[in-house]
T-cell receptor, first 114, second 115 residues
Framework: DAKTTQPPSMDCAEGRAANLPCNHS???????VYWYRQIHSQGPQYIIH???NNETNEMASLIITEDRKSSTLILPHATLRDTAVYYCIVRASNYGGATNKLIFGTGTLLAVQP | ETGVTQSPTHLIKTRGQQVTLRCSSQ?????VSWYQQALGQGPQFIFQYYREEENGRGNFPPRFSGLQFPNYSSELNVNALELDDSALYLC??????????????FGPGTRLTVL
């Protein structure tokens, strides 16, 4: 079972910041938070990941609370092309050759409105 | 740098047939994972291959099998197709450096329809 809880859907106005929440209250100390998105009928696209510090890249920012029980993905200026299902996933760091499989939930459908 | 590619894009089979799906991993990646995504669901992990050996398997029956080749490309084979096997099949590759296996990058998927 997925270890994360996300709202099933959200709306955002084009040009505004989209803030997608994720709850992972049972996260372990060695588990990373990963975000992927999936535009209709395409393969999931990697966005960002983090362990405990906030992270930023060219696509998004990831804010992880100090207790690591929740996080927020921020798309700073949403466009229509950001309309997609966004998946928040917790994944253990896998030393020793263990599988780095991803366990997906049902994600959040973000609809960016013109 | 070439990303993950999959073939074919779409496929239609009938119940009881066998199917082979193919995946070319991203350059420099030696680990390949396969996922099944039914309509309206998130992807479900089938199995993973690392350096030509299976390295973890999800809750799928033995009629789902795979191979990884020396160039790290991979095949997913499904025997005795059932209607419920209709799904988007996704391949993801990732680099492994020593003991640590890194972020997975997905291909566009193969849409399989079983009639």
């Amino acid at each position: 079972d997925a270890k994360t809880t996300q709202p099933p859907s959200m709306d955002c106005a084009e040009g505004r910041a989209a803030n997608l929440p994720c709850n992972h209250s049972t996260i372990s100390g060695n588990e990373y938070v990963y975000w992927y998105r999936q535009i209709h009928s395409q393969g999931p696209q990697y966005i960002i990941h983090g362990l405990k510090n906030n992270e930023t890249n060219e696509m998004a920012s990831l804010i992880i609370t100090e207790d690591r029980k929740s996080s927020t993905l921020i798309l700073p200026h949403a466009t229509l092309r950001d309309t997609a299902v966004y998946y928040c996933i917790v994944r253990a760091s896998n030393y020793g050759g263990a599988t780095n499989k991803l366990i997906f939930g049902t994600g959040t459908l973000l609809a960016v409105q013109p | 740098e070439t990303g993950v590619t999959q073939s074919p894009t779409h496929l239609i089979k009938t119940r009881g047939q066998q199917v082979t799906l193919r995946c070319s991993s991203q350059s420099g990646h030696n680990t390949v994972s396969w996922y099944q995504q039914a309509l309206g669901q998130g992807p479900q992990f089938i199995f993973q291959y690392y350096r030509e050996e299976e390295n973890g398997r999800g809750n799928f029956p033995p009629r789902f099998s795979g191979l990884q080749f020396p160039n790290y490309s991979s095949e997913l084979n499904v025997n005795a197709l059932e209607l419920d096997d209709s799904a988007l099949y996704l391949c993801a590759s990732s680099p492994s450096r020593g003991f640590f296996t890194d972020t997975q990058y997905f291909g566009p998927g193969t849409r399989l329809t079983v009639l």
